[in-house]
């Protein structure tokens, strides 16, 4: 019988990790690799049921192992953290014995080649290695985010964190100069990552993040959603150190392109809390060529009330209709769009749409929206840089800061909003984004269909994003060396 490549895919179990994957699960099926996706049992039925399309194909199947989490601890505020610690003591062993078992069962499944794991879960890599096979990780950020967050170890050894008190996150102290990180220009401490923040001494945070990177090493090979034009500088640092980086991305483009090419579907499905607001993409059918803003904050971003009002006042002073994604839970306090004051709404009544979640990338590719005011959380920046879209930005955890400082000062496609929001900077940033007739304003919408260009050339066939996935589904055969 021709043997196949059998990947077996596990993500850390919360949304920005399991999109993510699911759409490269797809993408190797779509090359002839038969996949097994691993959900933790508390999520399995969730994912199942926006994955219908998924479910019942030839060579794609789901799986389910426990995540070791009491009801008690799913409920705490400190879920993350507690669900990080239960997988890594409770999760190893189940997964292994799947592994085993997948291929061992008569029923025409072949034996798993290889594990590719997100970040977050790298005791999965012991667990390939009890199994004889090799492991991939699908890091889900920029390369100049993965190669800052490796760098945390040396600035956490030098001293530069955690901080001594609250006073250095505003006496100037994250302006300290960082100019030694291979592969990305001098950039302030500040922006390497929102790691760098804190206070703790024991460094939890911090530490967990460092060690996931840079356990990275021990895998065959590291994937992340990027393309080579975007990152040359980083991609070619970073490969001194991992020898093995698969460049696949934008994600987004790539299963976009695929799912044109073979049915017409839209993306991937994935793991959504919220539903998607389908009157926002007729309104939008509504509005004027590049004339509307669109604004989110992600999955998890939480935002005070004296934050969302600055916001909102300064997209009332902005004159731009725009689209909000107000998701429930983007403001303190588990609030959404009822904290949006009165006069708010009355003010930009006509001009303005409120939605709780979006399908966001058919919004950013919609013909009548002109910028994006973003968290510059990863997904969405590549979701913004495939669509042309020029970005306000305005970062505020992990990575965001870094691909902020890419967005607006290496690919010249956006404007930072300083971290104390003012309503008169968000209305002026809005404006000469959208509308700004300087040559800086012009200069950046030219650099967005330059770079919407590149990426879209990236994941076409002969691409170096399609080659790179060529190469890596050449090199999950690596455990046969
Ligand atoms: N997203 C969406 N609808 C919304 C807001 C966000 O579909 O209304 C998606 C967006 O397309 C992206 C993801 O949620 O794929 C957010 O990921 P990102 O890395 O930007 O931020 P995170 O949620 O991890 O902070």
Known sequence: MERRAHAMLFPFPCSGHINPTLKLAELLHSRGVYVTFVNTE??????????GALRGREGFRFEAVPDGLSEEDRRSPDRTVKLYLSLRRSCGAPLASLARSLGDRGDGVPPVTCLVISGL????????????????VLWGTSACGFVCTLRLRQLRQLGYTPLKDE???????????IDWIAGIPPVRLGDVSSFVRTLDPQCFALRVEEDEANSCARASGLILNT???????????????????????????AMHGRSQEHDGNGSAAGLSLWEEDAKCMAWLDAQAPASVL???????????????????WG?????????????????????????????????????????????????????????????SGWNSTTESILSGVPMVCWPGFADQYINSRFTCAEWG??????????????????????GGVTDRAREMRRNAAVWKAKAEAATAPGGSSYESLGKLVEDLWLGDD
């Open 121 to 136: 879960v790298s005791f999965a890599l012991d667990a390939a290695e009890d199994v004889g096979v090799p492991a991939f």
């Open 294 to 312: 669109y604004i989110s904050f992600g999955s998890l971003a939480v935002l005070s009330l004296e934050q969302l009002e600055e916001l909102a």
């Open 42 to 51: 508390h999520n399995h039925e969730r994912l199942l049921r926006t994955a």
């Open 227 to 253: 393309f080579e034009d975007l990152e040359p500088d980083v991609l070619d640092a970073l490969r001194l150190e991992f020898p093995r980086v698969y460049t696949i991305g934008p994600l987004a483009a």
């Open 413 to 434: 496609v956006g404007l930072r909003l300083d971290e104390a929001l003012r309503r008169e900077q968000v209305a002026a940033h809005v404006e000469e984004v959208m």
């Open 315 to 375: 997209l009332a002073g902005s004159n731009r209709p725009f689209l909000w994604a107000v998701r429930p839970g983007l403001v303190a306090g588990d609030r959404g769009a009822d904290a949006l004051p009165e006069e708010f709404l009355a003010a930009t009544r006509g001009r303005c749409f409120i939605a709780e979640w979006c399908a966001q990338e058919e919004v950013l590719r919609h013909r009548a929206v002109g910028g994006f005011l973003t968290h």
């Open 167 to 177: 006073s250095y996150l505003t006496n100037g102290y994250l302006d300290t100069p």
